[in-house]
């Protein structure tokens, strides 16, 4: 089982920016895929973005052109970079990890993904 941390999380108003990190220590990119979920509340999980091993990107169409998810290598950390906030951005955010052969043919469901962090609040106001 892989430790996932988000981090970054907090609120801003509507037209900001945030970036998210999740710590994985014990990740390894040839072998997981990562993703972004984010829980509104009263709504189920939903996949943001996600990042395969190969380093292919896939995401949400309502965070098109406005979120990034990369990765650093190095230090075993996912990112996820937010701009131009609105106020339906409001959830919980969590950080995924998956095998690649259960999230390739639909990266955003979260029923692919094993390892999941606790995830971290971001709260935007208009």
């Known amino acids: 089982q892989v430790q996932l941390v988000e981090s970054g999380g907090g609120s801003v108003q509507s037209g900001g920016s945030l970036r998210l990190s999740c710590a994985a220590p014990g990740v390894s990119d040839s072998l997981y895929a990562m993703a972004w979920f984010r829980q509104a509340p009263g709504k189920e999980r939903e996949g943001v973005a996600s990042i395969d091993s190969d380093g292919l990107t896939m995401y949400a169409d309502s965070v098109k052109g406005r979120f990034t998810i990369s990765q650093d290598k190095a230090k075993n950390t996912l990112y996820l970079q937010m701009n131009s906030l609105k106020p339906e951005d409001t959830a919980i955010y969590f950080c995924?990890?998956?095998?690649?052969?259960?999230?390739?043919?639909?990266?955003?469901?979260?029923?692919?993904?094993?390892?999941w962090g606790r995830g971290t609040q971001v709260t935007v106001s208009s």
């Open positions: 995924a990890a998956g095998a690649p052969w259960k999230t390739r043919l639909q990266p955003l469901r979260e029923d692919g993904y094993d390892d």
